[in-house]
Nanobody, 120 residues
Framework: VQLAESGGGLVQPGGSLRLSCAAS????????MGWYRQAPGKQRELVAT???????NYADSVKGRFTISRDNAKNTVYLQMNSLKPEDTAVYYC???????????????WGQGTQVTVSS
């Protein structure tokens, strides 16, 4: 199973970006999916999560600005980021902690990360 992220880049403060993360491989089902981020010199932190049923959870720092969504048919999760701030600069990682594979077993997977830089 692989998680492939896309959509990162450089954006000015106040701008928007949309991240995508597609899961592929021998997948039977995926429960929750989420986004984390890690800024230089800081620990990785939760940004947002979404269950297979669509229930969402956000870090206080992104509430009202970021929106997480998913397409279960495509095993893809999205993160729409609006009103971006310089403090949002980080490497953003996709996570799927409850992937049931077709051969049996439940595993935790991470993407390789995508850089988001907010700067004028």
């Amino acid at each position: 199973v692989q998680l492939a992220e896309s959509g990162g880049g450089l954006v000015q403060p106040g701008g928007s970006l949309r991240l995508s993360c597609a899961a592929s491989g021998s997948i039977f089902s995926i429960d929750a999916m989420g986004w984390y981020r890690q800024a230089p010199g800081k620990q990785r932190e939760l940004v947002a999560t979404i269950t297979s049923g669509g229930s969402t959870n956000y870090a206080d720092s992104v509430k009202g600005r970021f929106t997480i969504s998913r397409d279960n048919a495509k095993n893809t999760v999205y993160l729409q980021m609006n009103s971006l701030k310089p403090e949002d600069t980080a490497v953003y990682y996709c996570n799927a902690p409850g992937v049931v594979v077709t051969t049996g077993g439940r595993y935790d997977y991470w993407g390789q990360g995508t850089q988001v830089t907010v700067s004028s």
